[in-house]
């Protein structure tokens, strides 16, 4: 952003020149812009700031402007760390390697570069995951974690109904059925499957019924609550029913089993 004299107002009135007896120390405005991490944070910037090939470095313009730097800030009375110095004279030991000449006989020697590039890219790699830690969200910033309470109930599993109980059932069943027993005479065929079926739709309707309820004792007399009984031990056999109790000797229920 440009600021001019007219911008600045002393007592509501604009400044167009400044006064000549004005003092400004000579460091006054004197701003260090660049920061650096280290020294190969700032070979790494010149590298970057002046597109230079990381593999194949000119060290005689790096080293330049690498000293440039330090004498900058040197001038502005910048502490300087003592691997800024000892970066400089590495750089000035490998450009000193590069000029001078290569006897015959060692024509393969090893590029004076090389540790150097592999410690600038070791050093790029981490400084890029490194950011992009930085950029992922953060706990508190970017998001909330949801704090929830978990306390583990232990199922409670009905019982198993035993032999015993579901022929004591049927029992009562029965004794139901003598107090309200006639003669009738007449023929009637009496299928289990059908009251399979029956026994299926009752219970898929009301979802959950004693067992007691399922006979009817106003209705085909005993044969008919045989039928029934033996239905529903067949559905319990394919597994088609579930019969279960909350206690024993408690009240048994009939359900539907759902596949799991």
Known sequence: MLITTSDIKINGEALYELPHDLYIPP?????????????????????????????????????????????????????????????????????????????EAIEDEDDPRAELVRRLMEYEAIKLAAQNLDDMPKVGEQF??????????????????????????????????????????????????????????????DGMCEFSQLFDLNEGGLPKLVVIFLAILELAKEGLIKITQQAAFSTIYLQVSHAE
């Open 27 to 103: 460091d006054a405005l004197e701003v260090y812009l660049e920061s650096f991490e280290g020294p190969l944070d700032l070979l790494l910037y010149l590298i970057r700031k002046n597109n230079l090939d990381i593999l194949d470095i000119p060290m005689s313009k790096l080293t330049m402007q690498y000293m440039q730097y330090v004498e900058k800030m040197k001038a502005i009375k910048l502490e300087l760390a003592a691997d800024y110095l000892l970066m400089s004279a590495m750089l000035i030991e490998i450009k000193s390697r590069m000029l001078l000449p290569k006897p």
């Open 144 to 205: 909330q974690v949801a704090d929830a309470y978990y306390q583990h109930i232990a199922d409670v599993k009905p019982p198993e109904v035993s032999v015993d109980e579901l022929e004591e059932a049927w029992r009562n069943v029965l004794k139901r059925a003598k107090l309200n027993s006639h003669h009738k005479l007449g023929r009637a065929e009496l299928s289990v499957r059908e009251h399979m079926s029956g026994v299926l739709r009752r219970l898929q309707t």
